[in-house]
């Protein structure tokens, strides 16, 4: 069984839960920090506000950050 993280709701400070929608952030400055950042769109469990925020943050020369920008690009 696989534990989804949860980030805080901006709106009423819940718990945010994943809804699998992920994208490889792919701004100037994300790069030049050297870092494949991975963002999510999330789903509070008690507003239901849906919201936007970092999910991973991985090396950009890893074998993590070249499977992620592969499940990107096939999505």
Same mark, same amino acid.
């Given at each position: 069984? =696989?534990? @989804?993280?949860? @980030?805080?709701?901006?709106? %009423?400070?819940? /718990?945010?839960? +994943? ?6 952030? #792919? =701004?100037?400055? $994300?790069?030049? =920090? ?5 963002? &999510? #769109?999330?789903? %509070?469990?008690? %507003? ?5 925020? @970092?999910?991973? /943050?991985? +090396?950009?020369? &890893? +074998?993590? $950050? ?5 499940? =990107? @690009?096939?999505?």
């Amino acid at each position: 069984m =696989s534990k @989804k993280k949860t @980030k805080e709701c901006p709106e %009423c400070g819940g /718990e945010g839960v +994943p809804t699998g929608k992920t994208w490889p952030l #792919t =701004s100037p400055m $994300a790069l030049m =920090s050297g870092k494949l950042i991975i963002m &999510g #769109t999330l789903e %509070c469990q008690d %507003c239901g506000n849906k919201f936007r925020k @970092k999910l991973k /943050e991985l +090396p950009l020369e &890893g +074998p993590e $950050a070249k499977k992620e920008m592969e499940n =990107s @690009k096939e999505e």
